[in-house]
């Protein structure tokens, strides 16, 4: 049956419902749900603007074609109805549009029928090269035959991180207990690799990438650009968390800094098709430059104030927190200023709003693990409801330090780096020079020395620590944890090596400052 649509410019081609039934399911159902009934995995995290009910015949029966067209075209915002509706003018055509009004109208006027989700993807018996895997019963990857119920791997090294690549390949239920699109229930199985056949197979996936793409992307932004609004003003957490927040339609944004290469992000910003023709996202309709920074703020690599501590600022939020605090005997293991420990447990959280991301936190408060794994002392789990999280996250991001000095302006400078700078961080870092990995965690080999005095795994560093804090940890470690054996690299304007980066102290601690935030893209064998 094919319906006629009419818009303001006059009639668009018929629209085929059956058509508009398969862009509904790729586009919409995730929060109008599978029959249109307003249900959709999604719609719970969209707090008091839930999605419509398209079924409800009354309300349909207001709505002319020409309402539903315009609603699709320019999204609730354009038309003042919800901050959630995403617009979709940008990625369907006239004829499409047509076709997704043709099947709403029809979902109001016949019984529903439950849609089939998408196939989970076959185990198979861990092995260590691809073929033996079986992993093109999943992916497509180059030319091999493929059946892809999965991403497909062709341009992966274009895409991915490597270290991130890496520990999803050696745990993937850990590192992404929710699948690839965690609606679809479609998820990665673990192979239960060791850790050579994890890094064998990264090699060999890093390669894939499209002719011409270097391994390193980079963008350029303006340290002044405010991503955060782009952000908000896009309503990606409609579909989108972040900092604990946001819809579980699509992937965490707060994983991003250590997980997508960030010219990869912003080539999928403008076409997410282009990228993946299955992909649900509609097109931003974004330029070039709001693209650039985008990804530039999703990477990290521009600091904001408001990018996930709403609630540091929130007094009654950090008054709770503080009573959680006192309450469950946190400071039974951790210090806190003006407080005198015996014998301290955990870590010491004087200042730790300074330190440490609130998402970090947050995700850290929700599921504790270890960050020096090879000591006894562990967090235990409290079973914290979300809005505890909150509380507590909230309380602990406002532990700042209010006698610190600003920054000279040349260590705030944003924008994610060139591979040049990446490659002089990772050579500042590496044995040569500051030999990183004599106390951290973070490449193929153990730091020297008794366990007990190894210092943090450097790969966790961009989604833990505040690119800010990196860049005083630097410059004077004693002024932030007096008493710490990390040493002072730079206690003076003379103290940089001579042949990196000609001398200039300055950059050598923002590109150290950006190596750490973007572990795992510099070249192979420049790592610590």
């Not at 862009?23 to 999604?42: F, I, K, M, S």
């Not at 790969?459 to 005083?472: Q, S, T």
């Amino acid at each position: 049956m094919m319906v006629p649509i009419v818009s303001g410019e006059g009639n668009l081609p018929p629209g085929d419902p059956g058509q508009g039934e398969a862009l509904y399911r790729q586009y919409c159902a995730v929060c109008h749900g599978a029959t249109g009934e307003g249900d959709g995995p999604n719609a719970p995290f969209l707090e008091d603007d839930r999605p419509r009910d398209l079924t409800d015949a009354k309300y349909m029966g207001r709505l002319t074609d020409r309402d539903l067209a315009e609603v699709i075209r320019g999204g609730g915002g354009g038309v003042g109805r919800s901050r959630f509706m995403p617009a979709w003018g940008y990625t369907l055509s006239p004829q499409q549009v047509g076709d997704v009004v043709a099947y709403t109208r029809a979902l109001s006027r016949q019984p529903q029928r439950p849609m089939a989700g998408p196939a989970d993807p076959p185990a198979a018996a861990g092995a260590r090269q691809v073929a033996e895997l079986g992993c093109t019963g999943c992916h497509r990857i180059g030319d091999l035959p493929a059946a892809p119920v999965a991403p497909d791997l062709s341009r992966l090294g274009a895409k991915l991180q490597r270290a991130w690549l890496e520990a999803y390949l050696s745990r993937p239920h850990a590192i992404r207990p929710a699948g690839y699109v965690p609606l679809s229930r479609s998820r990665m199985p673990d192979f239960r690799l060791s850790p050579q056949e994890s890094r064998q197979l990264t090699a060999y996936l890093i390669r894939l990438r499209p002719e011409g793409v270097l391994p390193v992307g980079s963008v350029q932004a303006p340290a002044e650009a405010d991503g955060s609004a782009l952000l908000q003003r896009l309503a990606c957490r409609a579909c989108h968390a972040l900092g604990g927040r946001g819809g579980l339609a699509a992937p965490d944004l707060s994983l991003a800094p250590q997980r997508l290469q960030p010219a990869w992000v912003a080539r999928y910003l403008l076409d997410p098709q282009a990228a993946d023709p299955r992909s649900p996202m509609p097109r931003p309709g974004i330029t070039p430059s709001e693209a650039s920074i985008l990804a530039a703020y999703l990477s990290g690599g521009i600091p904001s104030p408001t990018a996930a501590e709403p609630d540091a600022r929130d007094e009654e939020a950090v008054a709770r927190g503080g009573a959680l605090f006192r309450d469950l005997a946190c400071r039974g293991c951790h210090r806190r200023p003006d407080e005198e420990l015996p014998e301290r447990v955990g870590p010491d959280l004087t200042f730790i709003g300074d330190r440490l991301r609130p998402d970090w936190i947050a995700g850290f408060l929700r599921q504790p693990h270890p960050v020096r794994p090879w000591l006894r002392a562990r967090m235990p789990t409290f079973g914290f409801t979300d809005m505890e999280v909150e509380q507590v996250t909230a309380f602990l991001a406002a532990l700042r330090d209010k006698g610190l000095p600003p920054l000279p302006s040349r260590l705030q400078a944003g924008g994610v780096a060139s591979p040049e700078i990446l490659q002089a961080g990772a050579r500042l870092a590496s044995q040569d020079y500051l030999s990183c990995s004599s106390c951290h965690l973070g490449g193929d080999r153990s730091p020297e020395g008794p366990a007990d005095e190894w210092a943090p795994d450097l790969r966790l560093a961009a989604r833990r620590l505040r690119p800010e804090w990196i860049v005083r940890w630097l410059l004077d470690p004693q002024r932030l944890l007096p008493g710490t054996k990390m040493p002072s690299y730079f206690p003076d304007a003379d103290s940089g090596p001579n042949d990196v980066l000609d001398g200039d102290e300055e950059r050598q601690i923002l590109a150290l400052r950006d190596y750490l935030l973007g572990i795992g893209t510099a070249p192979a064998g420049l790592g610590p």
